[in-house]
T-cell receptor, first 114, second 113 residues
Framework: DVKVTQSSRYLVKRTGEKVFLECVQD?????MFWYRQDPGLGLRLIYF???????EKGDIPEGYSVSREKKERFSLILESASTNQTSMYLC?????????????FGPGTRLTVT | RKEVEQDPGPFNVPEGATVAFNCTYS??????FFWYRQDCRKEPKLLMS???SGNEDGRFTAQLNRASQYISLLIRDSKLSDSATYLC??????????????FGRGTQLTVWP
């Protein structure tokens, strides 16, 4: 059974803090993704990675950075958290080869920035 | 223009009803299509892939119209447990975004007793 885990389910941080969100997958998937989900806006892609040390900007990368030092782990970093980054953050992974492969999501981290 | 557009609803239907969701996609070169389901406060999960010839999985039928760039999902004999948000999803086949999925904003369905 594929498993994508995220380090926290709920997180409360103060404005200006540096925030790390960790994601780990156990299926040796090449592709990993970070999304945020907000009411009325759906899932928006922040960054994705298709290999170790590789990263690509998604649709809303501003204010975020990522790190992929190992294949199974993809970290999202908020360098200086702001209130408009309060959101649900979802990590996902997927095999690269084969366009029909399913994308698996972690349970999400609900981040509140005060 | 968004890659994937779908009617957000909400759709409120009684148990036993048939309900259909539609979505359109903008990239004519897209090759793979999916419907994902997201329950309240949960992560999205794959409901079914959509094949060119159309496909059925129990009460669920998915159709693809490449000429119109249109995907549909039909749910027959709705159950209370079908209440969820349904996400239309399209795969990108372009260069460095290979493997990226584009998600619609979702259509919310509530089935009432």
């Amino acid at each position: 059974d594929v498993k994508v885990t995220q380090s926290s389910r709920y997180l409360v941080k103060r404005t200006g803090e540096k925030v790390f969100l960790e994601c780990v997958q156990d299926m040796d998937h090449e592709n990993m993704f970070w999304y945020r989900q907000d009411p009325g806006l759906g899932l928006r892609l922040i960054y994705f990675s298709y290999d170790v040390k590789m990263k690509e900007k998604g649709d809303i990368p501003e204010g975020y950075s990522v790190s992929r030092e190992k294949k199974e782990r993809f970290s999202l970093i908020l360098e200086s958290a702001s209130t408009n980054q309060t959101s649900m953050y979802l990590c996902a992974s997927r095999e690269r080869q084969g366009a029909t492969h399913e994308q698996y999501f972690g349970p999400g981290t609900r981040l509140t920035v005060t | 223009r968004k890659e994937v557009e779908q009617d957000p609803g909400p759709f409120n239907v009684p148990e036993g009803a048939t309900v259909a969701f539609n979505c359109t996609y903008s990239n004519s070169a897209s090759q793979s299509f999916f419907w994902y389901r997201q329950d309240c406060r949960k992560e999205p999960k794959l409901l079914m892939s959509v094949y060119s010839s159309g496909n059925e999985d129990g009460r669920f039928t998915a159709q693809l119209n490449r000429a119109s760039q249109y995907i549909s999902l039909l749910i027959r004999d709705s159950k209370l447990s079908d209440s969820a948000t349904y996400l239309c999803v399209v795969n990108s086949d372009r260069g460095s975004t290979l493997g990226r999925l584009y998600f619609g904003r979702g259509t919310q369905l509530t089935v009432w007793p």
